[in-house]
Protein backbone atom coordinates (compact mmCIF):
# COMPACT_ATOMS: atom_id res chain seq x y z
CA UNK A 1 0.00 0.00 0.00
CA UNK A 2 1.56 3.65 -1.14
CA UNK A 3 1.31 6.65 2.07
CA UNK A 4 -1.63 8.35 2.35
CA UNK A 5 -0.81 11.81 1.42
CA UNK A 6 -2.85 14.74 3.07
CA UNK A 7 -3.71 18.28 1.08
CA UNK A 8 -1.03 20.62 0.91
CA UNK A 9 -0.91 22.79 4.22
CA UNK A 10 -3.03 20.13 6.33
CA UNK A 11 -2.52 21.29 9.69
CA UNK A 12 -1.42 19.04 12.20
CA UNK A 13 -2.14 19.89 15.78
CA UNK A 14 -2.62 18.56 19.51
CA UNK A 15 -5.48 20.19 21.89
CA UNK A 16 -5.60 21.32 25.33
CA UNK A 17 -7.96 22.93 27.99
CA UNK A 18 -7.33 25.32 30.23
CA UNK A 19 -8.54 23.75 33.42
CA UNK A 20 -7.20 20.10 31.80
CA UNK A 21 -3.84 21.72 32.37
CA UNK A 22 -2.73 25.13 33.48
CA UNK A 23 -2.96 24.53 37.19
CA UNK A 24 -2.14 27.77 39.18
CA UNK A 25 -6.01 28.93 39.94
CA UNK A 26 -5.73 31.38 42.11
CA UNK A 27 -2.52 32.67 40.52
CA UNK A 28 -2.22 36.64 39.84
CA UNK A 29 -5.60 37.37 40.14
CA UNK A 30 -7.11 34.84 38.48
CA UNK A 31 -11.02 34.55 40.07
CA UNK A 32 -12.69 31.28 40.49
CA UNK A 33 -14.36 28.57 38.86
CA UNK A 34 -16.84 26.74 38.22
CA UNK A 35 -15.02 23.64 38.00
CA UNK A 36 -12.88 24.98 40.64
CA UNK A 37 -15.81 25.01 42.76
CA UNK A 38 -16.72 21.98 41.55
CA UNK A 39 -13.55 19.79 42.36
CA UNK A 40 -13.08 21.29 45.57
CA UNK A 41 -16.39 20.04 46.46
CA UNK A 42 -15.78 16.73 48.20
CA UNK A 43 -17.53 13.67 46.09
CA UNK A 44 -17.83 15.22 42.80
CA UNK A 45 -14.80 13.98 40.97
CA UNK A 46 -12.90 10.45 41.35
CA UNK A 47 -10.13 9.98 44.25
CA UNK A 48 -11.08 14.02 45.11
CA UNK A 49 -9.00 14.69 42.09
CA UNK A 50 -8.75 19.15 41.27
CA UNK A 51 -7.22 20.85 38.45
CA UNK A 52 -5.44 23.53 41.30
CA UNK A 53 -1.62 21.93 39.79
CA UNK A 54 -2.83 19.56 37.26
CA UNK A 55 0.00 19.83 34.44
CA UNK A 56 1.01 23.55 35.35
CA UNK A 57 1.44 24.38 32.21
CA UNK A 58 0.60 27.93 33.39
CA UNK A 59 4.79 28.01 34.70
CA UNK A 60 5.57 25.67 32.00
CA UNK A 61 3.98 26.22 29.03
CA UNK A 62 7.55 26.75 26.98
CA UNK A 63 7.86 23.13 27.52
CA UNK A 64 4.53 22.50 26.37
CA UNK A 65 5.14 24.52 22.83
CA UNK A 66 8.91 22.65 22.60
CA UNK A 67 7.07 19.05 22.66
CA UNK A 68 5.18 20.28 20.02
CA UNK A 69 8.31 21.77 18.44
CA UNK A 70 9.82 18.31 18.75
CA UNK A 71 6.87 16.63 16.69
CA UNK A 72 6.60 19.25 14.32
CA UNK A 73 3.12 20.14 14.72
CA UNK A 74 2.00 23.15 13.18
CA UNK A 75 -0.98 23.44 15.19
CA UNK A 76 -1.98 24.13 18.76
CA UNK A 77 -5.31 24.59 19.93
CA UNK A 78 -5.80 25.50 23.87
CA UNK A 79 -8.26 27.54 25.66
CA UNK A 80 -8.65 30.60 27.83
CA UNK A 81 -9.89 30.85 31.15
CA UNK A 82 -12.16 33.17 31.06
CA UNK A 83 -11.73 34.16 34.91
CA UNK A 84 -7.92 34.24 34.47
CA UNK A 85 -9.11 37.25 32.56
CA UNK A 86 -12.41 38.58 34.37
CA UNK A 87 -11.93 37.05 37.50
CA UNK A 88 -15.74 37.67 38.23
CA UNK A 89 -16.91 37.27 34.73
CA UNK A 90 -17.68 41.08 33.99
CA UNK A 91 -15.62 44.72 33.79
CA UNK A 92 -11.93 45.59 32.99
CA UNK A 93 -9.50 42.80 31.80
CA UNK A 94 -6.85 41.57 34.33
CA UNK A 95 -4.14 42.38 32.28
CA UNK A 96 -1.44 39.44 34.13
CA UNK A 97 -3.99 37.13 33.04
CA UNK A 98 -3.92 38.16 29.94
CA UNK A 99 -0.43 38.43 29.17
CA UNK A 100 -0.12 34.81 30.35
CA UNK A 101 -2.21 34.21 27.41
CA UNK A 102 -0.04 36.90 25.02
CA UNK A 103 3.14 35.11 25.92
CA UNK A 104 2.02 31.83 24.95
CA UNK A 105 0.85 32.73 21.65
CA UNK A 106 4.32 34.80 21.32
CA UNK A 107 6.05 31.30 21.84
CA UNK A 108 3.63 29.45 19.28
CA UNK A 109 4.53 32.01 16.73
CA UNK A 110 8.47 32.06 17.75
CA UNK A 111 7.92 28.06 16.78
CA UNK A 112 6.16 28.43 13.76
CA UNK A 113 2.90 26.95 15.13
CA UNK A 114 -0.79 28.37 14.92
CA UNK A 115 -2.08 29.49 17.78
CA UNK A 116 -5.68 28.14 17.29
CA UNK A 117 -7.56 28.96 20.89
CA UNK A 118 -11.07 28.46 21.74
CA UNK A 119 -12.54 30.94 23.97
CA UNK A 120 -14.49 28.88 26.37
CA UNK A 121 -14.16 25.34 27.58
CA UNK A 122 -16.36 24.33 30.24
CA UNK A 123 -14.88 27.33 33.01
CA UNK A 124 -17.18 29.94 33.92
CA UNK A 125 -16.43 32.59 36.11
CA UNK A 126 -17.84 30.87 39.45
CA UNK A 127 -19.64 34.64 39.81
CA UNK A 128 -21.38 34.27 36.72
CA UNK A 129 -23.10 30.97 37.79
CA UNK A 130 -24.04 32.42 41.01
CA UNK A 131 -25.97 35.13 38.82
CA UNK A 132 -27.92 31.93 37.54
CA UNK A 133 -25.60 30.39 35.39
CA UNK A 134 -25.86 29.36 31.61
CA UNK A 135 -30.30 29.47 32.26
CA UNK A 136 -29.82 33.45 32.63
CA UNK A 137 -30.03 34.87 29.30
CA UNK A 138 -27.62 38.36 30.39
CA UNK A 139 -24.72 35.44 30.09
CA UNK A 140 -25.04 35.55 26.70
CA UNK A 141 -23.70 39.67 26.41
CA UNK A 142 -21.55 38.77 29.29
CA UNK A 143 -19.94 36.68 26.86
CA UNK A 144 -20.17 38.63 23.95
CA UNK A 145 -18.08 41.70 26.37
CA UNK A 146 -16.04 38.85 27.46
CA UNK A 147 -14.72 37.86 23.55
CA UNK A 148 -14.50 41.32 22.90
CA UNK A 149 -11.71 42.31 26.00
CA UNK A 150 -9.63 39.07 24.86
CA UNK A 151 -9.87 39.99 20.69
CA UNK A 152 -8.68 43.70 21.16
CA UNK A 153 -6.28 41.93 23.28
CA UNK A 154 -4.75 39.48 21.27
CA UNK A 155 -6.38 39.42 17.87
CA UNK A 156 -3.93 41.57 16.25
CA UNK A 157 -1.83 38.63 16.06
CA UNK A 158 -3.73 36.03 16.63
CA UNK A 159 -6.26 34.94 13.52
CA UNK A 160 -8.03 31.46 13.73
CA UNK A 161 -10.38 31.67 17.33
CA UNK A 162 -13.06 28.77 18.21
CA UNK A 163 -16.07 30.30 20.52
CA UNK A 164 -17.19 27.24 21.91
CA UNK A 165 -15.98 24.06 22.70
CA UNK A 166 -18.85 21.20 22.59
CA UNK A 167 -21.78 23.29 23.75
CA UNK A 168 -23.94 20.77 24.15
CA UNK A 169 -21.61 18.18 26.20
CA UNK A 170 -20.99 21.31 29.18
CA UNK A 171 -25.07 22.16 29.09
CA UNK A 172 -26.25 18.38 29.16
CA UNK A 173 -23.51 17.18 31.92
CA UNK A 174 -23.91 20.44 33.33
CA UNK A 175 -27.38 21.31 33.92
CA UNK A 176 -28.99 18.24 32.65
CA UNK A 177 -27.85 15.45 34.18
CA UNK A 178 -25.23 16.71 36.84
CA UNK A 179 -21.84 14.68 36.49
CA UNK A 180 -20.18 17.74 35.29
CA UNK A 181 -19.38 21.24 36.79
CA UNK A 182 -21.88 23.11 38.00
CA UNK A 183 -23.68 19.96 39.00
CA UNK A 184 -27.15 20.68 38.03
CA UNK A 185 -30.03 18.36 37.07
CA UNK A 186 -32.43 20.85 36.06
CA UNK A 187 -34.62 19.55 32.66
CA UNK A 188 -35.78 23.23 31.73
CA UNK A 189 -33.00 24.99 32.81
CA UNK A 190 -30.74 22.78 30.76
CA UNK A 191 -33.08 23.67 27.81
CA UNK A 192 -33.00 27.35 28.65
CA UNK A 193 -29.08 26.95 28.96
CA UNK A 194 -28.84 25.52 25.79
CA UNK A 195 -30.97 28.98 24.32
CA UNK A 196 -28.56 31.38 25.49
CA UNK A 197 -25.42 29.36 24.37
CA UNK A 198 -27.13 30.13 21.27
CA UNK A 199 -27.36 33.94 22.00
CA UNK A 200 -23.69 34.03 23.14
CA UNK A 201 -22.68 32.21 20.31
CA UNK A 202 -24.22 34.89 17.79
CA UNK A 203 -23.28 37.53 20.04
CA UNK A 204 -19.79 36.62 20.56
CA UNK A 205 -19.20 35.96 16.47
CA UNK A 206 -20.48 39.84 15.63
CA UNK A 207 -18.37 41.40 18.40
CA UNK A 208 -15.04 39.43 17.21
CA UNK A 209 -15.64 40.19 13.92
CA UNK A 210 -16.87 43.71 14.11
CA UNK A 211 -13.27 44.32 16.50
CA UNK A 212 -10.78 42.42 14.33
CA UNK A 213 -12.47 42.15 10.97
CA UNK A 214 -9.62 39.66 9.55
CA UNK A 215 -10.32 37.01 11.88
CA UNK A 216 -10.69 33.23 10.86
CA UNK A 217 -13.93 31.70 13.67
CA UNK A 218 -15.53 28.71 14.69
CA UNK A 219 -16.47 26.67 17.00
CA UNK A 220 -15.37 23.11 18.22
CA UNK A 221 -18.90 21.04 18.16
CA UNK A 222 -19.05 17.66 20.34
CA UNK A 223 -20.24 14.84 17.30
CA UNK A 224 -21.09 11.46 16.75
CA UNK A 225 -22.02 9.06 14.08
CA UNK A 226 -25.82 7.66 15.04
CA UNK A 227 -26.47 4.75 14.30
CA UNK A 228 -29.96 2.51 15.03
CA UNK A 229 -30.10 -0.12 17.25
CA UNK A 230 -31.83 -2.15 14.97
CA UNK A 231 -33.79 -1.76 11.46
CA UNK A 232 -37.03 -1.13 12.69
CA UNK A 233 -38.71 2.56 11.86
CA UNK A 234 -38.60 3.62 14.84
CA UNK A 235 -35.16 3.35 15.72
CA UNK A 236 -34.06 4.92 12.66
CA UNK A 237 -36.22 7.75 13.11
CA UNK A 238 -34.62 8.12 16.81
CA UNK A 239 -31.27 8.00 15.60
CA UNK A 240 -31.95 10.84 13.70
CA UNK A 241 -33.69 12.64 16.12
CA UNK A 242 -30.57 11.89 18.24
CA UNK A 243 -28.34 12.92 15.59
CA UNK A 244 -30.03 16.80 15.03
CA UNK A 245 -30.39 16.92 19.15
CA UNK A 246 -26.62 15.72 19.84
CA UNK A 247 -24.66 16.74 16.33
CA UNK A 248 -26.73 19.58 15.25
CA UNK A 249 -29.02 21.85 18.56
CA UNK A 250 -25.40 24.15 17.97
CA UNK A 251 -24.46 24.07 14.53
CA UNK A 252 -27.95 24.67 12.91
CA UNK A 253 -28.49 27.60 14.58
CA UNK A 254 -25.25 29.58 14.04
CA UNK A 255 -25.53 28.57 10.02
CA UNK A 256 -28.78 28.47 9.51
CA UNK A 257 -30.71 30.43 12.16
CA UNK A 258 -32.96 27.62 12.78
CA UNK A 259 -33.21 24.76 14.91
CA UNK A 260 -33.36 21.30 13.98
CA UNK A 261 -36.43 19.31 14.40
CA UNK A 262 -35.30 16.55 17.16
CA UNK A 263 -37.74 16.88 19.62
CA UNK A 264 -41.34 14.57 18.60
CA UNK A 265 -43.57 16.81 19.72
CA UNK A 266 -41.37 20.13 18.29
CA UNK A 267 -39.49 23.01 19.52
CA UNK A 268 -39.83 23.08 23.68
CA UNK A 269 -39.73 27.15 22.95
CA UNK A 270 -41.10 28.20 26.19
CA UNK A 271 -38.88 25.58 28.58
CA UNK A 272 -35.87 27.33 26.35
CA UNK A 273 -37.31 30.76 27.13
CA UNK A 274 -37.24 31.80 22.96
CA UNK A 275 -38.07 35.83 22.20
CA UNK A 276 -38.66 37.61 19.34
CA UNK A 277 -35.85 38.15 17.29
CA UNK A 278 -33.61 35.28 18.83
CA UNK A 279 -33.38 33.45 16.03
CA UNK A 280 -31.51 35.93 13.62
CA UNK A 281 -29.08 36.37 17.45
CA UNK A 282 -28.18 33.01 16.98
CA UNK A 283 -26.52 33.33 13.76
CA UNK A 284 -23.24 32.93 13.06
CA UNK A 285 -21.71 32.43 9.73
CA UNK A 286 -18.43 30.29 11.07
CA UNK A 287 -15.56 30.40 8.95
CA UNK A 288 -15.05 26.76 9.90
CA UNK A 289 -17.21 24.13 11.38
CA UNK A 290 -14.69 22.27 14.36
CA UNK A 291 -15.39 18.82 14.93
CA UNK A 292 -14.57 16.36 18.06
CA UNK A 293 -15.17 13.11 17.65
CA UNK A 294 -14.17 9.57 19.18
CA UNK A 295 -16.49 7.33 18.76
CA UNK A 296 -20.18 6.40 16.93
CA UNK A 297 -23.28 6.03 18.74
CA UNK A 298 -26.08 3.26 19.21
CA UNK A 299 -29.41 4.49 19.40
CA UNK A 300 -32.83 2.68 20.48
CA UNK A 301 -36.46 4.16 20.44
CA UNK A 302 -37.94 5.29 23.57
CA UNK A 303 -41.82 4.67 24.54
CA UNK A 304 -43.75 7.76 23.40
CA UNK A 305 -44.58 8.54 26.76
CA UNK A 306 -41.76 10.74 27.51
CA UNK A 307 -43.40 14.43 27.80
CA UNK A 308 -42.63 17.08 25.70
CA UNK A 309 -39.14 17.48 26.69
CA UNK A 310 -38.51 14.08 25.67
CA UNK A 311 -36.18 13.11 22.55
CA UNK A 312 -38.04 9.45 22.23
CA UNK A 313 -34.49 8.55 22.37
CA UNK A 314 -31.75 6.65 24.12
CA UNK A 315 -27.83 5.91 23.34
CA UNK A 316 -26.87 2.14 24.50
CA UNK A 317 -23.31 2.76 25.61
CA UNK A 318 -20.79 4.93 24.16
CA UNK A 319 -20.04 3.21 21.06
CA UNK A 320 -20.80 0.00 19.88
CA UNK A 321 -19.17 -3.24 21.07
CA UNK A 322 -18.04 -4.31 17.50
CA UNK A 323 -14.73 -2.73 18.10
CA UNK A 324 -11.99 -2.67 20.87
CA UNK A 325 -12.89 -0.38 23.95
CA UNK A 326 -10.21 2.20 25.43
CA UNK A 327 -9.36 2.20 28.90
CA UNK A 328 -12.51 4.99 29.36
CA UNK A 329 -14.82 2.27 27.76
CA UNK A 330 -15.06 4.14 24.66
CA UNK A 331 -15.46 1.55 21.32
CA UNK A 332 -12.64 2.23 18.65
CA UNK A 333 -14.47 2.95 15.56
CA UNK A 334 -12.97 5.23 12.67
CA UNK A 335 -15.63 4.95 10.11
CA UNK A 336 -17.59 7.06 12.32
CA UNK A 337 -14.99 9.65 11.85
CA UNK A 338 -15.55 9.12 7.80
CA UNK A 339 -19.23 9.09 8.38
CA UNK A 340 -20.00 12.73 10.20
CA UNK A 341 -16.84 13.87 8.17
CA UNK A 342 -19.15 13.13 5.27
CA UNK A 343 -23.32 13.68 6.62
CA UNK A 344 -21.14 17.59 7.88
CA UNK A 345 -20.48 17.88 3.94
CA UNK A 346 -23.51 16.80 2.45
CA UNK A 347 -25.68 18.76 4.41
CA UNK A 348 -24.13 22.13 5.15
CA UNK A 349 -23.06 22.45 1.55
CA UNK A 350 -18.95 21.37 1.77
CA UNK A 351 -18.44 23.87 5.20
CA UNK A 352 -14.45 24.19 5.80
CA UNK A 353 -13.77 21.77 8.68
CA UNK A 354 -11.25 21.31 11.48
CA UNK A 355 -10.47 18.32 13.10
CA UNK A 356 -10.43 19.58 16.38
CA UNK A 357 -10.53 16.67 18.95
CA UNK A 358 -9.95 13.44 18.53
CA UNK A 359 -7.83 10.59 20.50
CA UNK A 360 -7.83 7.92 22.94
CA UNK A 361 -7.44 7.21 26.96
CA UNK A 362 -4.94 4.45 27.97
CA UNK A 363 -2.64 4.19 30.78
CA UNK A 364 0.16 2.83 29.27
CA UNK A 365 3.24 4.37 31.49
CA UNK A 366 6.74 4.36 31.25
CA UNK A 367 8.49 0.97 31.26
CA UNK A 368 11.85 0.55 32.95
CA UNK A 369 14.21 2.40 30.33
CA UNK A 370 11.66 5.30 30.50
CA UNK A 371 9.71 4.83 27.27
CA UNK A 372 5.95 4.71 26.78
CA UNK A 373 5.42 2.01 24.40
CA UNK A 374 1.31 3.07 23.81
CA UNK A 375 1.17 0.53 20.40
CA UNK A 376 -2.82 0.63 20.75
CA UNK A 377 -2.63 4.60 21.01
CA UNK A 378 -0.75 4.70 17.34
CA UNK A 379 -2.90 1.65 16.34
CA UNK A 380 -6.22 4.43 16.96
CA UNK A 381 -4.62 7.31 14.60
CA UNK A 382 -3.87 5.45 12.40
CA UNK A 383 -7.71 3.97 12.38
CA UNK A 384 -9.31 7.45 12.33
CA UNK A 385 -6.25 9.14 10.19
CA UNK A 386 -6.86 6.99 7.34
CA UNK A 387 -10.69 7.46 8.06
CA UNK A 388 -10.01 11.09 7.50
CA UNK A 389 -7.95 10.86 4.48
CA UNK A 390 -10.95 8.50 2.80
CA UNK A 391 -13.17 11.27 3.65
CA UNK A 392 -11.33 14.00 2.34
CA UNK A 393 -10.96 11.87 -1.13
CA UNK A 394 -14.61 11.80 -1.08
CA UNK A 395 -15.40 15.24 -1.01
CA UNK A 396 -14.89 16.83 2.57
CA UNK A 397 -12.85 19.70 2.66
CA UNK A 398 -11.04 19.23 6.18
CA UNK A 399 -8.08 21.63 7.06
CA UNK A 400 -6.59 20.30 10.20
CA UNK A 401 -6.38 17.44 12.59
CA UNK A 402 -5.84 17.76 16.41
CA UNK A 403 -5.10 14.73 18.61
CA UNK A 404 -6.81 14.74 22.17
CA UNK A 405 -4.45 15.51 23.82
CA UNK A 406 -1.33 16.91 23.98
CA UNK A 407 -0.87 16.06 27.15
CA UNK A 408 -2.38 13.12 29.79
CA UNK A 409 -4.33 15.84 31.84
CA UNK A 410 -7.25 16.15 34.25
CA UNK A 411 -10.02 14.42 33.03
CA UNK A 412 -13.21 16.19 34.07
CA UNK A 413 -14.86 13.87 36.80
CA UNK A 414 -12.31 11.31 36.04
CA UNK A 415 -9.82 13.00 37.54
CA UNK A 416 -6.53 11.88 36.32
CA UNK A 417 -6.91 8.60 35.83
CA UNK A 418 -7.79 8.45 32.29
CA UNK A 419 -4.90 9.23 30.29
CA UNK A 420 -5.26 10.46 26.79
CA UNK A 421 -1.76 12.57 26.06
CA UNK A 422 0.23 11.49 23.39
CA UNK A 423 2.76 12.94 26.42
CA UNK A 424 3.20 11.28 29.36
CA UNK A 425 2.90 12.96 32.95
CA UNK A 426 3.92 12.53 36.29
CA UNK A 427 1.66 14.47 37.86
CA UNK A 428 3.54 14.72 40.60
CA UNK A 429 6.63 16.31 39.64
CA UNK A 430 5.24 17.32 36.12
CA UNK A 431 7.57 15.22 34.34
CA UNK A 432 7.03 15.03 30.63
CA UNK A 433 8.24 12.39 28.29
CA UNK A 434 7.17 11.89 24.64
CA UNK A 435 5.34 8.82 24.08
CA UNK A 436 5.61 6.42 21.26
CA UNK A 437 2.40 7.23 19.73
CA UNK A 438 4.02 11.07 19.73
CA UNK A 439 6.65 10.09 18.12
CA UNK A 440 4.62 8.29 14.89
CA UNK A 441 1.94 11.17 14.68
CA UNK A 442 5.21 13.43 14.28
CA UNK A 443 6.13 11.71 11.90
CA UNK A 444 2.95 11.51 9.93
CA UNK A 445 2.99 15.48 10.64
CA UNK A 446 6.60 16.06 9.12
CA UNK A 447 5.67 13.98 6.01
CA UNK A 448 1.89 15.09 5.82
CA UNK A 449 0.92 11.60 4.81
CA UNK A 450 -0.09 8.34 6.61
CA UNK A 451 3.01 5.93 6.26
CA UNK A 452 2.49 3.04 3.98
C1 LIG B 1 -14.09 16.10 25.15
C2 LIG B 1 -13.61 17.38 25.81
C3 LIG B 1 -12.18 17.36 26.21
C4 LIG B 1 -11.74 16.01 26.74
C5 LIG B 1 -12.16 14.90 25.80
C6 LIG B 1 -11.74 13.51 26.25
O1 LIG B 1 -15.44 15.94 25.39
O2 LIG B 1 -13.80 18.48 24.94
O3 LIG B 1 -11.99 18.39 27.14
O4 LIG B 1 -12.20 15.83 28.02
O5 LIG B 1 -13.53 14.92 25.63
Same mark, same amino acid.
Given at each position: MAALAFPKGFHWGAATASYQIEGAWQADGKGESIWDRFSHTPGRVKHGHTGDIACDSYHHFREDVALLREMGLTSYRFSLSWPRIQPNGRGAPNETGLDYYARLIDCLLDAGIRPFPTLYHWDLPQALEDAGGWPNRDLAGRFAEYAEVVVRALG????? @?? &???????????????? *?? +?????????????????? /???? %???????? =?????? &???????? +?????? %???????? =??? @??????????????? #?????????? /???? =? !???? %???????? =??????? *??????????? !????? #???? /?? +???VGIGGDAGPKTDFGWEVWPNALHDILLRITLDYDRPVIEITENGCSYADGPDAQGVVRDTRRTDFYRGYLEAVHRAIQAGADVRGYHAWSLLDNFEWAEGFEQRFGIVWVDFATGKRILKESGRWYGNVARHNALPA
Open positions: DRCKS @WM &IFNEPNIFTTMGYLIG *IH +APGRREPENFLRATHTVN /LAHG %DAFRAMRS =AQRDLV &IGSAFNMT +ACEPAT %DSQQDIAA =AER @WHRFMNEWFLQPSLR #GTYPEAYPSG /LPRD =A !MGVK %DGDFERIQ =APLDFVG *INLYTRTIVQA !MPADG #GPLS /LG +ALP
